[in-house]
């Protein structure tokens, strides 16, 4: 058996090789700057013979020099990674000719770039197509692109493992419309839609927290907890830093806080694998983990290992380079049409937005896939992968946008790769697709009001605004709003600037504004005797659907418009202001109350539930971040052999709930968990 084995992979080397020596001399037929034969003229014996030895030298080089290229490509930002890949991929044609016993193949530097990208293009075809048709051979490729070979003499359980793919942003309305109108063929298969073949997967929606977003969400999903992660950015008064759940300082200590506070791992925590993701969730295969990134190089820092394991293989590179581009076209071409269409409403996508787009939806989506499918064919437990495409698309083009559904098109490719690498695994797998949040459209807050929540927040406070932000119609709203509430004529000065400016922050469309120069969360009474306008002219403007403030006399208050204040404890019988953003708006902004790092004044923006806009304090037409509409409503995609994700009537409620579901899936399919051991100091710490 082995030696069939060691037959076969020699017939499909000679295989590629032979399609290899054929894709060189039709390249050197076509191509005016690639030649095989002397300058006089050479039999065709000896360009047969020439193009044989430069394929195979191209083969070699690719084989043994390429891996130490890519390994040196770790040390280069991932926005130039598709430039250094045809650069580099050309260069070993050019050696390859070189070193040609033959000494008789020349190519221009410009044309050696195609000549291989091709030629690695072609090579990638043929040994896929060849070890396709052989399970084994499939197997240890996908295997060996994954890096994960050392997986593949270790025993593997016989009882089915779990692997959770996150469709970022993606709620569940939006899910339901791509299967109802077809972009989703591989989810509408599972959830039967066509009416034809039973269902295999039920849809559960669920409900966030106030903080609707991935790093509250991930890091109750994977660590337990979502306590004291008031928003996607906060200021710390009692460390004086601003925190970013995208940052990896703030993503190492959000997850250092989490793993205190329950006393475990993570939902990884035993033979697991985080792709992609924020947070590690414990597991000890890490790639692409945000988390991590900080760490020194070495055993314990392996967030960038799935680049290494993807583009080792050239032809990988080639691939997802030539994608990379082609969407960089494909933004600026729907850009340009959303422009001249006139679309409304837009923001900016120029800069570098086009190669950021270009690396979450092509570069992120086919390392973490190729990941994914590695640890299937290595039997792990458990796997958490987040694709991030959708969510970076609809920011910018709206949710429901031509260029967001095309998105879930490809992602819908992504799910049906995953289903067809764990058909090939050694134990059975349970796939479940679920996303933390969702996205809700609307204007922005500056492109509907001429000013930023900043210049709100500095009319208010009695400090100078920018004038183009003063000339709008907002601006005079909020001059307006500062003089009723000071009780002064027209034209007269609010007072000198305090010491400290206010910290104002924003995340999606909900708003925080802190004051560094007081040690503590500051109260109703002490904001309006420092700044008494400041409460009116939020709660007043149109743009504003809340506020929430602590209270010397009651705790904690909500205001809304023309004086509304109620205490958080009455909500449930006088909803006020909260009662347009639909149930679990007062629980949840109740729990953001007793967070250690709430701001001074956390400002959610208006939202209509007819249409479910709101207004983005952030110049993204697609939003996430607070309360109102979709963004709070994201799904579970589960497998009908699993547990009802609902037990007893209750709803699916908070990140941390859906945590516990996972859990009890794991534990279902006897994916044990073991307790991080931690010590009393770092309890305490």
Avoid at 183 to 203: E, K, N, Q, S, Y
Wanted: aromatic share 6%; hydrophobic share 45%.
């Amino acid at each position: 058996m082995r030696w069939r084995r060691v037959a076969g992979q020699i017939g499909r080397s000679v295989t590629v090789w032979a399609v290899s020596t054929l894709t060189m001399l039709v390249l050197a037929g076509l191509l005016p700057d690639f030649r095989l034969q002397a300058p006089n003229g050479d039999s065709a014996t000896r360009i047969a013979i020439t193009a044989a030895c430069g394929a195979g030298a191209f083969g070699l080089l690719s084989a043994l020099v390429w891996p130490a290229l890519v390994r040196m490509l770790l040390l280069v930002p991932a926005l130039f990674l598709g430039l250094l890949v045809f650069f580099l991929n050309g260069s070993l044609l050019l050696v390859a000719l070189r070193v040609n016993p033959s000494g008789r193949g020349e190519v221009a530097p410009e044309t050696a770039v195609i000549v291989a990208a091709v030629m690695s293009a072609v090579a990638s075809a043929t040994g896929g197509a060849l070890a396709v048709r052989d399970d084994d051979a499939y197997r240890r490729r996908l295997l060996r692109l994954a890096d994960r070979r050392r997986r593949a003499t270790l025993p593997c359980a016989s009882t089915p493992g779990l692997v959770c793919v996150q469709l970022d942003g993606v709620g569940h309305d939006v899910l339901t419309a791509a299967v109802r109108d077809g972009l989703m063929p591989t989810v509408a298969r599972w959830l039967a839609a066509d009416g034809i073949i039973p269902p295999t997967h039920r849809l559960t929606p669920w409900r966030t927290d106030w903080s609707s977003q991935t790093g509250a969400s991930q890091l109750g999903i994977l660590h337990g907890s979502t306590w004291d992660v008031p928003a996607f950015r906060w200021y710390e008064k009692d460390r004086g830093e601003i925190m970013v759940c995208n940052r990896p300082t703030s993503a190492a200590e959000l997850q250092h806080r989490a793993m205190t506070r329950t006393g475990e791992a993570g939902l990884l925590a035993v033979d697991g694998a985080s792709r992609g993701n924020l947070f590690s969730g414990g597991a000890g295969e890490q790639a692409l983990v945000l988390s991590i990134a900080t760490r020194r190089r070495g055993r314990e820092n392996r967030s960038r290992a799935g680049y290494f394991a993807y583009f080792s293989d050239p032809a990988n590179a080639v691939r997802t380079a030539l994608s990379f581009f082609a969407e960089i076209g494909r933004e600026i071409g729907q850009s340009t049409r959303a422009r001249f269409a006139g679309a409304h409403p837009r923001v900016g996508r120029g800069g570098l937005y086009p190669f950021v787009r270009a690396f979450a939806t092509v570069v992120e989506r086919d390392v973490v896939v190729a990941a994914v499918m590695g640890d299937l064919l290595a039997g792990r437990t458990a796997v958490y992968a987040d694709l991030v495409a959708y969510d970076e698309v609809a920011h910018h083009s709206g949710p429901d946008s031509r260029d967001a559904r095309k998105v879930l098109k490809r992602l819908d490719r992504s799910l049906a790769l995953i289903e067809k690498a764990a058909e090939h695994a050694p134990r059975p797998y349970r796939l479940v697709v679920l996303s933390d949040h969702g996205q809700s459209p609307g204007e922005t807050f500056r492109c509907r009001y001429g000013l930023t929540l900043t210049d709100l927040v500095r009319a208010g406070s009695g400090l100078p605004v920018p004038r183009g932000a003063g000339r709008t119609p907002s601006g005079a709203e909020a001059r307006a709003a500062v003089r009723a509430a000071l009780g002064r004529a027209d034209g007269v000065e609010t007072g000198p600037a305090p010491r400290s400016e206010p910290v104002v922050l924003a995340s999606g469309n909900l708003g925080l504004v802190s004051f560094p120069d007081v040690p503590h969360r500051m109260t109703k009474e002490e904001i309006d005797a420092r700044h008494p306008a400041l409460l009116p002219t939020l709660a007043n403007h149109p743009g504003i659907g809340f506020l929430l403030v602590r209270s010397a006399e009651h705790d904690g208050v909500v205001l809304g418009p023309c004086g509304t204040e109620i205490p958080l404890a009455e909500l449930d019988e006088r909803p006020g202001p909260l009662a347009r953003f639909g149930p679990g708006a007062a629980d949840a902004v109740r729990r953001a109350h007793a967070f250690p790092h709430t701001a001074d004044i956390m400002v959610n923006s208006w939202h209509d539930p007819a249409t479910g806009h709101v207004h983005a304090f952030e110049e993204q037409i697609g939003s996430h971040g607070g309360l109102g509409g979709a963004q709070s409503r994201p799904f579970l995609l589960s497998p009908l052999t699993l547990s009802v994700p609902e037990q007893d009537g209750e709803t699916l409620s908070g990140a941390e709930h859906v945590h516990d579901v996972l859990r009890r899936w794991l534990g279902e399919l006897n994916g044990p968990e073991v307790p991080l051991d931690v010590d009393p100091e770092r309890r305490a710490a």
